[in-house]
C-alpha cells in the first residue's frame, strides 16, 4: 500500500524528481551517464540527457545550443529547429523531468485527505529521500540542478513564467485535497489557499535551506509543520497523528 | 517607539538590507548611482558599489575582478592585493552590506518577546517593506541580487560558508528570544531551535516564492505563521493578538 501510494503520489514540479521519486531518479540518471554509449532512447530524450550533463558541468552561464548540438552529435541549426534558445531548451528539460515521472505517478488513489498530507509531508521533507536511498548523493544533484534554474526566474520571464505555472499547478493539488478534506469533516473551516500556500512556503524554504547552508534540521522543520498541521487544519487532533 | 523599535530591530543578512531598511536601501543605492560622478567616499565603498553595479548589469557569470577594477578605475593587481577572487570580492560585498546597516542597527530594546516577533514577521512578510515604500522597485532589485547571490552556495563553499554563518548568526537571535519568552512566561515551553528554525523556514520560502513566481500570496503566509504562532508558541492567545 505504502509504496503503490507513495508512487500515486502527486506532486508537481521539481520537488517530484527530487524527492519523491529518488529510486527513478537515480536510474534517469544513471540512463543519463550511459546513453552515449550505447546509443539507445530516442533522440529527444538524448537531447535532454546532453541538456543535463552540460548543465551539470558548465552550469547556466556555459550552456549553450552549440555545446549541446557537440554533445549530441546533430547541428546547431537541427536544436534550433525545436529551440528559439537555451532557455526553452532548459526549460523543456524541466518540463520533460516533470512529464517523466508523471507518467508513472497516477493521480493520487488516497482517499484520505490527512494520509495525503502526511505523505505529502513525508515525502518532501525527509532526509531519506534526499541523501538516505542508498544510491549515492545523485539526486541531491539534479535537486540542485533544479534550484539553480529557479533562482533563473528572478529576472528571467522564460524561468518565471514555467515556475509560476509549475507553482499554481501544485498549490491547485493541494488546495483541492484541503478543501474535499473539509468537506469530509477531516479538517477545520480553514482557507484552503492560504493553508495550501502555507504548506508550500515551508517545504520551498526548507529545500532552500537544505541546498545553501549546512546548518539545515528537516527534522525540527517537519515536526513544528506537524504542529502546524495538527493546530490548524485537523479537526480531531485525537484520532489521527500526523507523526506517522 | 515604532520607528525606534524597528530601527534597532536585529535582523541578519540579507534580509535586514532587502526587507528591514528599504529606505536607507534606497538612499544606499542612489548613492551607489551617484558616487562615480562626485567622487566621494572612501575607496572601499567606491569598490562595493562598483561591484552592486556590475553585478546587476552582468550578473555572476559576467562579474570579474577586472571588471569591478575598470569600473573603479583602479589597477586589477590592486584589487587582489584585497581580494583573491571574484568570490570573495561578493562575500565581502554580503558582509558590507551587513555591516552598513549593523552600524545603525542596534541591538533591540524590545524587551516584549512578543513585541519582538511581531516586528520580526511584520519586518520580514510585508508588502509595504519590499515593494511599496514609495521609493520605485529599487529594494526588490537589492534583494533580487541577494538571492541570485545564495543560490551560488548550491555548489560554492565560499557561498556556503558566508550563508550558513549568517544563518547561525540570525538562528542564535531568534532562538534566543524564544528562549526567553518561555522562561518569561510570554511563551510556550517549546524548543526554541525548532521553533526558530521554522520561523527561518517560512521567511525563506516566501522570499523565494516572492522573487520566482508571479502567484504569491504574503498576506496568507503572514496569516498562516500567525496561526502557527498563536497556536505553537504564544502562552495565552487571549492576551496577546499578533496580527496587530
Sequence with gaps: MWETTKRDFVVSWTRTIAFSCAENEYSFMRETD??????????????????????????????????????????KSALYNHYSGKDELLV??????????????????TENPIVYLKLFKKTLLSEESIENNGNSDVPIDLFETIMQLKVQAVHNEVFREHFTRDDQ???????????????????????????????????????LRQTTTDSTSLQNIRRELDEYLRCRLIADPEK???RD
Design 34 to 75: 550511459s546513453l552515449s554509449e550505447n546509443g539507445s532512447g530516442d533522440r529527444k530524450e538524448e537531447i535532454m540527457r546532453a541538456t543535463y550533463r552540460v548543465f551539470r558541468t558548465e552550469g547556466y552561464a556555459g550552456l549553450s545550443i552549440s555545446k549541446i548540438a557537440d554533445e549530441v552529435g546533430v547541428s
Design 92 to 109: 523543456a528539460f524541466l518540463e520533460y523531468v516533470m512529464d517523466k515521472y508523471s507518467d508513472e505517478i497516477q493521480h493520487s488513489d
Design 169 to 207: 499547478f501544485e498549490h491547485e493539488r493541494l488546495a483541492d485535497r484541503v478543501r474535499s478534506g473539509i468537506e469530509e469533516g477531516y479538517f477545520q473551516d480553514v482557507d484552503p489557499d492560504a493553508t495550501a500556500e502555507f504548506v508550500q512556503t515551508v517545504v520551498e524554504g526548507a529545500i
Design 240 to 242: 489521527f497523528n500526523l
